[in-house]
């Protein structure tokens, strides 16, 4: 379809538009609610659509919407790159208009609302999980991390991760849709029942889910030195907030990433003054080091320092594409000219592993160390869940957003790993907002973005071998939902097949007959 011809579609304006009013459910508007029935809108225009090509492309155009919006705060890092983006990730949820049509655009029944109840989630899902491989640029703004405020439904992620809270409110949309675009007793029944069910299902889980129970706790002091002019004023604020902490004390200090530039392997100055501080306090010290490392490449890490030296280190592995690393950086290097993006690609770490910490007794404290945009990967902190880490620790640094949705959205993400995990996470944030969270996702504490100094909370700690079912069963959802995904796009190639054979064509997606709900 040429450009005019897409232009000239004002559905295709409007689900553009209603591709954005998702993204209101997550920080900062933080309209949590308005996600159970926010895509209503977009499925509504792709029901409508003329046939299933014009709902794929509705679909596309809902789906950049989505994009754009969630991500606007990219700007300055990748520029006019965002509207790229927003269009290649838009692409994956063209299928989500396609299933919408056959399902729901002809004539409802109570076979078709059943089917739409489980494919149209599993489309939504597929797509999902398809923009969150890290080469399309990560897990971000995933839909069931709009509710991470409620516990009660963070209670699903115990069992299947972020994404069966995605597939709960992807199916209330989609019965919400089936209530309204018909006026037929067997599917607007089936389709309420199945609201009511979703609905109940996390809370009722969470009341039946027993607390992890603990076998001890850990003080944990998370540093946050605010805006400074330089790296040096970094350094110094940390070290300052860190002399200066009060209340109980401290097993582990946590400092935001990036908050030395110093090699600590290579520059014994500084490492002598976090030697001396960590006696001083008489806890570990997990630093953030974004330095030039002997080989010549720059990397971050989390540098685990203890009063004789430093104890282990963890690189980061999933780079923020444009902002650590360019993609294709000979294709598309350009980039760097018009924006904020990386001048030199940061050197990834290899794998996942818990630093060897220790409380302020001599117990072991093994901390799943992962650093910024990592939190938004599921995968990492299950690893880390897996090979014996009882607290989650997030190093971060979002002050080239500092103005925008990023750095809330971004701390968010802390009670969804929580959930996930069973284990307390947290997140110290060179800017804010540094974060602690229960190994049920409830926020314990938090520092704003206009926020300087430091708070320590102590967390409650499960056993090593403590491992929720997502834990154990990893990504089932995600995977059972692109298999039903293959499945019902098999069904409907075959039915095309048939139609184009001679058999009866289905019944217009927007015909007069279903817009009065006969």
């Known amino acids: 379809m040429s450009l005019r011809g897409a232009l000239s579609q004002p559905a295709r304006y409007a689900s553009a538009a209603a591709g954005a009013l998702p993204v209101l459910a997550f920080p900062g508007p933080g309209l949590a609610p308005l996600a159970w029935v926010a895509l209503v809108p977009g499925l509504e225009l ?26 606007v705060w990219l700007v300055p890092s990748v ?104 006026s037929r007793v067997g599917p607007r029944a089936v389709a ?31 540093v946050q030195a605010g805006q400074t002019p330089d790296e040096a004023s970094r350094l110094e604020a940390n070290i300052r907030f860190t002399g200066a902490l009060s209340g109980p004390e401290p097993d582990l200090v946590v400092w935001g990433e990036s908050s030395t530039t110093a090699d600590l392997d290579r520059d014994p100055a500084v490492l002598d003054r976090l030697r001396a501080l960590s006696a001083a306090t008489g806890a570990r010290l997990l630093v953030g080091e974004d330095a030039r490392k002997a080989d010549g490449r720059i990397s971050k890490d989390a540098v685990l320092v203890t009063p004789d030296g430093v104890a282990a280190r963890y690189r980061k592995i999933r780079l923020v594409p444009f902002g650590e690393y360019i993609p294709l950086r000979p294709l598309l290097g350009w ?22 910490a220790v409380d302020r007794s001599g117990r072991p404290l093994p901390v799943g160390a992962l650093i910024c945009f990592e939190s938004a990967f599921p995968d990492m902190s299950r690893q880390a869940a897996a090979e014996g880490a009882r607290v989650i620790v997030y190093q971060s640094a979002t002050s080239t957003f500092q103005d925008s949705w990023a750095p809330a959205q971004h701390a968010s ?27 049920q996702g409830r926020r314990l504490a938090r520092l704003g973005t206009d926020a300087r100094g430091s ?24 995977l059972t939902a692109v298999a039903v995904t293959v499945l019902a796009a098999a069904a409907a190639l075959r039915r095309t097949g048939r139609t184009a054979g001679g058999e009866p064509v289905p019944p217009p997606a927007a015909g007069a007959s279903q817009r009065t709900g006969s």
């Open 413 to 439: 993400l802390g009670a969804i790993r929580a959930a996930e995990t069973g284990r307390p996470v947290v997140q110290a944030a060179l800017t804010g907002e540094s974060v602690a969270y229960d190994a």
């Open 335 to 356: 980039v760097a000219g018009v924006s904020r993006a990386a001048g030199e690609n940061r050197a990834p770490g290899t794998a996942v592993h818990p630093l060897p």
């Open 46 to 71: 792709m029901r409508r659509a003329g046939g299933p090509r014009e709902a794929a492309v509705r679909g596309w155009w809902f789906g950049a919407g989505f994009i754009l919006v969630a991500m």
């Open 79 to 182: 520029g006019p790159g965002l509207l790229v983006l927003a269009a290649v990730l838009g692409v994956l949820q063209a299928p989500l208009g396609a299933a919408v049509w056959w399902l729901l655009g002809p004539r409802v029944t109570v076979r078709r609302a059943v089917a739409a109840l489980v494919v149209v989630p599993s489309v939504w899902l597929a797509a999902e999980f398809a923009r969150s491989w890290h080469a399309l640029g990560g897990p971000w703004a995933l839909l069931g991390a709009s509710q991470w405020e409620h516990p009660a439904v963070l209670a699903l992620a115990s069992v299947g991760g972020v994404w069966l809270v995605s597939a709960a409110v992807v199916a209330v949309n989609t019965g919400v849709l089936v209530v309204v675009s018909t």
């Open 455 to 478: 708070v320590t909370v102590v967390l409650a700690t499960v056993p090593a071998g403590e491992l929720t079912w997502y834990d154990r069963l990893g990504d089932w959802v995600p």
């Open 192 to 222: 309420a029942g199945t609201v009511a069910a979703v609905l109940l299902a996390g809370p009722v889980l969470f009341l039946l889910q027993a607390a992890p129970e603990p076998d001890g706790s850990v003080t944990v002091a998370l």
